[in-house]
């Protein structure tokens, strides 16, 4: 049965629980992520769990100084559609720090630098199905990276649009766009520039 209780001061946050995992084997080795099966024991009882081993991944909201934001447009076959997102990447190089990797991608997908970098969030976007989490970055102080990049596959054809914060704000909150990390760091961003406005 569920417990209710009243917010109060009460510091909301997200708590890492351990459990007794009795066993944990690659049920399935991918091209690009793997499914791991967990035989795990949650309030006495066994239980059995599949989910993605993902590397984790980064994602970028690229924001100029007029207050737009780079989006790209690129084909995801799982879900069959071009969707639009902000630029990404996977945490694939081991040990590689994650703002590293969101600095590296930001020059691979969209041939741009910046000179500032704040963290925004990180997110879970599956976390029933998935031990991914994404952090997402703001990028300000743009400027082209000083090589370009060859692009292959699902990337080779993407499509990339300036979009003014407000016009993205507008999109999530009207239903016309899903990426999830995307999602987030538009309206994140929204929200720290107006604090940021605020703060004078």
Same mark, same amino acid.
């Given at each position: 049965?569920?417990?209710?209780?009243?917010?109060?001061?009460?510091?909301?946050?997200?708590?890492?629980?351990?459990?007794?995992?009795?066993?944990?084997?690659?049920?399935?080795?991918?091209?690009?992520?793997?499914?791991?099966?967990?035989?795990?024991?949650?309030? =006495? !009882?066994?239980? %059995?769990? /599949?989910?993605?081993?993902?590397? $984790?991944?980064?994602?970028?909201?690229?924001?100029?100084? *007029?207050?737009?934001?780079?989006?790209?447009?690129?084909?995801?076959?799982?879900?069959?559609?071009?969707?639009?997102?902000?630029?990404?990447?996977?945490?694939?190089?081991?040990?590689?720090?994650?703002?590293?990797?969101?600095?590296?991608?930001?020059?691979?997908?969209?041939?741009?630098?910046?000179?500032?970098?704040?963290?925004?969030?990180?997110?879970?976007?599956?976390?029933? =199905? !998935?031990?991914? %989490?994404? /952090?997402?970055?703001?990028?300000? $102080?743009?400027?082209?990276?000083?090589?370009?990049?060859? *692009?292959?596959?699902?990337?080779?054809?993407?499509?990339?649009?300036?979009?003014?914060?407000?016009?993205?704000?507008?999109?999530?909150?009207?239903?016309?766009?899903?990426?999830?990390?995307?999602?987030?760091?538009?309206?994140?961003?929204?929200?720290?520039?107006?604090?940021?406005?605020?703060?004078?």
């Amino acid at each position: 049965m569920a417990t209710h209780g009243e917010f109060g001061d009460l510091d909301l946050h997200d708590e890492p629980f351990d459990v007794e995992v009795r066993e944990s084997h690659l049920a399935y080795h991918g091209h690009v992520w793997d499914v791991r099966e967990d035989r795990l024991v949650y309030n =006495g !009882s066994e239980l %059995i769990r /599949h989910y993605v081993d993902h590397t $984790g991944a980064v994602a970028i909201v690229a924001l100029d100084e *007029r207050d737009r934001i780079l989006l790209i447009q690129q084909y995801r076959h799982p879900i069959r559609t071009r969707d639009w997102e902000i630029p990404a990447g996977l945490l694939d190089i081991d040990g590689e720090d994650p703002l590293d990797t969101a600095k590296r991608e930001l020059a691979e997908e969209v041939d741009l630098v910046a000179e500032r970098w704040d963290k925004l969030v990180s997110m879970a976007p599956t976390p029933g =199905g !998935s031990d991914e %989490i994404i /952090h997402i970055y703001l990028a300000r $102080g743009l400027s082209d990276a000083p090589e370009e990049f060859a *692009r292959f596959g699902e990337e080779a054809d993407i499509r990339s649009l300036w979009v003014p914060l407000d016009e993205a704000v507008a999109a999530v909150t009207g239903g016309r766009l899903m990426n999830g990390a995307m999602m987030l760091g538009i309206m994140v961003t929204a929200e720290r520039l107006r604090r940021e406005r605020a703060e004078g």
